[in-house]
């Protein structure tokens, strides 16, 4: 599979979440469809890596947000950071704490400003853009799922991967979670 990457790490620069979805769908047009499949199966396959009870705890225990929803936005989001923080992630979701654009999301929070839509942890537009450029190459969107489906991608992706776990039970958190916890309950206390 190819690597993906280097496009994201470009699609980082392109300003508003708006501007960056036009800067990718129209990056993908100038591809082929193959290229656009492949592309849509590399981001199915990283969302596959972060589709777990311990993510959704982290994001749940960072950000106050509990609805799938919010948790499915927020995994493009997470993949548009770029391949060294979502490796960091991926690999230990208790170091989405670390990550500086999310202290800066959580410090508005806490001065009360709250997000813009273009400062939330979401960017459920990833699908969308992807869909979009691949119907303009004049792809039929059920290939794409078809793809996936062959990768053997297809299980739900409303199904979190590993052990379920009370994400609001503070124990539990303080256990898989240990610097989540340290700032959530110790230090803005």
């Not at 981001?43 to 947000?65: H, P, Q, T």
């Not at 609805?67 to 170091?95: H, M």
Request: one cysteine or more.
């Amino acid at each position: 599979m190819k690597d993906f990457w280097p496009l994201i790490e470009q699609f980082q620069t392109g300003g508003t979440k708006s501007a960056q979805a036009e800067w990718l769908r129209r990056g993908l047009l100038c591809r082929t469809k193959t290229d656009v499949e492949d592309f849509y199966l590399w981001v199915a396959v990283r969302l596959k890596e972060i589709n777990s009870y311990d993510m959704y705890g982290a994001f749940y225990n960072c950000f106050g947000i509990g609805s799938l929803d919010g948790f499915f936005e927020f995994q493009p989001w997470l993949i548009t950071l770029g391949r060294d923080v979502f490796i960091s992630v991926a690999s230990n979701p208790d170091n989405l704490i670390d990550i500086p654009q999310v202290r800066f999301l959580l410090h508005l929070l806490e001065s009360g400003r709250g997000w813009s839509f273009e400062n939330s942890p979401a960017f459920g537009e990833l699908d969308i853009v992807i869909c979009d450029a691949y119907t303009m190459l004049e792809g039929d969107v059920k290939y794409l799922d078809d793809i996936v489906s062959l990768h053997g991608l297809n299980a739900s992706i409303f199904e979190l991967e590993g052990h379920q776990w009370d994400i609001d039970d503070q124990n539990q958190v303080r256990v898989r979670l240990p610097k989540i916890y340290r700032y959530k309950y110790q230090e803005n206390t």
